[in-house]
DNA sequence: TACAACATACCAACTAGTCGGTATGTTGTA
DNA sequence: TACAACATACCGACTAGTTGGTATGTTGTA
């Protein structure tokens, strides 16, 4: 799906170089702030190969968010948590897989496409599509579960699986902010323990609070 | 107690201009993308105005947030929902306010604080904690009337009131990010009413879903 | 031998920040 | 009350360095 607009081979190996160090520069330091030759250095790789894989630096920005869309979504699907059969506690389990790996420095943990939808918006067309495309991607891969945990348990009048998977992802990316702000995850878990509650309450299903 | 850091006397006409600049341009481009010259010119300011009152651009961005943190506590001061008796009533006309006021171009009704603390939080200690400062006193703000919710209706284990301010932010900080993405408010109302939703329920308090 | 995948050398434009200068207060004191 | 001494607010030309981007190689391999 995110792949779809990159067409080219995707041969070569600076190129991948190249977007695992944009990923890495701009979680830590935003993207206008991270310059060409920085991201050169770090993939090894010299500004030749840049400018032959990618036409400037916005696509480059844009290439990075589908790589991460890319990585990211195959590290969810290969998670352990989709093996629950009932749909709500896959989604639960989502919530517990989202905390667990909320550890270590806050550049490792945070989101690529938030960072880079939140600066470059006004600035790129290319890189806020991308970047939007990853997150409601990964929102409506959520929906479906929470879809069929409607169907199966009721819901309030106007709930859908879609307006619960983007406010899932608004209440991470939001919690991200926080933990830039003080420098640590603990904004994050707390935010999933508040998700947790709500869906529970939202479904009628006790559990773990 | 934002203004406690800048003890110089903020006289001048040129340094509020700036400051408003600066607010308008992060909003929509982001912090390293608006040029000290940019600034200037919307400004109707000088270069030799901009060193003058700040000692860089940093400096220029972390005022920046005071002055936000300024503007924006006041006009949440003055709003009308403060009239309430009830604490729970308070907050919930609360987000009823962050929803009316969610309308018009996206650059209009996000937060400089968020936008700037996502960006900036790694290449300036000054900015970060000016951002901070200002999301985490709002939360503050927030927390107060929530405690006294709590202390009359109750609530579960663990859930306090600046643990909801702070996620209210989250929410709601997330939902700007969503919002950017799509090129409108529909995001944002969307979280508020989940939020709404969340608060109903822990509270047991029937009201419009 | 043709072409993709890189490397090297370079440039024009822009960047934050400096510096000498001016105009308009304010204040202490004779 | 007059005037020297100083402070504040602002101007705009200048610079050293950085930026994204280009033009022209070289080299491995199909």
Redesign the interface.
Known sequence: MSTSRTIPAKTGNARTKLLDAAIALVR??????TSVDQLCQMAGVTKGAFFHHFANKDALGAAAADHWTDTSSSLFMEADYNRHADPLDRYLAYLDFRDEIATGE??EFTCYA??S???????SDAI?DA??QS??GHSARLAEDLDQAIAQYGA????TGL??G??T??????????A???GNAA?VH??I??LR??IL??FNREGK?
């Open positions: 830590r330091q935003g993207f206008s702030a806050v550049a938030g960072t939808l939140q600066e470059c918006y006004g600035s806020r970047a939007y997150i409601a309030p009048e106007g709930v307006s619960l983007l406010y992802q608004a209440a991470l990316q939001g919690a991200f902010i926080l830039k702000g003080q904004p707390d935010a323990a508040h509650r709500y309450m939202l609070i």
